[in-house]
């Protein structure tokens, strides 16, 4: 048998697979996400990345390594609530904390969580008040976000390669939203609402009391409801002005509001 020559050696089967050493998907997704500033617009593929909205929005999408399945460029840019031809419905004691947030691609949807950071200028007076989060899917109709913000998928999404980033003096304390979500809607609004005490009570009956103030409670006898429904309580403080007497004061109740069955009561 005739021995290998030098050009059979360099292409044979060993050899070719001791020498290849290339990325999986030609992706290096071990290298550090990008950490890059966007206007209106970005892409993001397997390596994930953390991208700040420049123009001093302080918007900052985060999508960690392997969330995106495919190269995708997402669109993030802030609208006012005039704008809009369907803005989200605001209740009483509710008011916008931040401009209505556009995402895109409309429905988009990562292997996992990723996440949102939006500043906000709602004033919570300590735990008076609340800051929600309502997402829009067609623009039309909104609800609530209900998926839940845990230190553990804080910490998850950030990960070692996102602590380096320095912050804005806002991100810190009550002045940052974070929103998490495996699906892009096409709108996200960050709404400051007086807290909402949320029970489920059925024909067994129950009591909803404040956290804000304990004294304020709603009672439901047994046999009162025919079904199990979600009561809401809030309490809005009413502080009157300074160096007026608390005898000079009236109350007022009104016994009820016909509007999305509320009660109130105010003094």
Known sequence: MVPPTSIDEAISPQTVYDSYSGP??????????????FLVSFLVDARG???RGCRHSGVRVIVPPRRASMPT?????????????????LMEGESLASRILELGPVGAKFLGPVMIEVPNFGSLRGSER??????????????????EVTDEIVKDILGANFEKEDRDPWHSGNRLTRIVTTEFPHYFAIVSRVKQEVHAIGPE????SSTVVPQ??????????TKR???GLQVNLFK?????ASTCLKKISVNHVPKKKRFSLMW
């Open 229 to 231: 429904i979600k009561v």
């Open 130 to 147: 609340e800051i929600v989060v309502l997402r829009s899917e067609n623009g039309e109709t909104w609800r609530e976000h209900t998926v």
């Open 240 to 244: 009157p002005r300074r160096n007026v």
């Open 24 to 37: 999986v998907d030609n992706v290096d997704i071990v290298k550090y996400p990008p950490h890059v500033g």
């Open 205 to 208: 009956g129950g009591m909803v």
């Open 216 to 225: 304020v409670q709603a009672v439901f006898p047994q046999g009162a409801l």
């Open 49 to 51: 990345g953390a991208m």
């Open 73 to 89: 460029r997402v669109t993030c840019r802030y609208l006012r609530r005039e704008k809009m031809v369907h803005p989200p419905p």
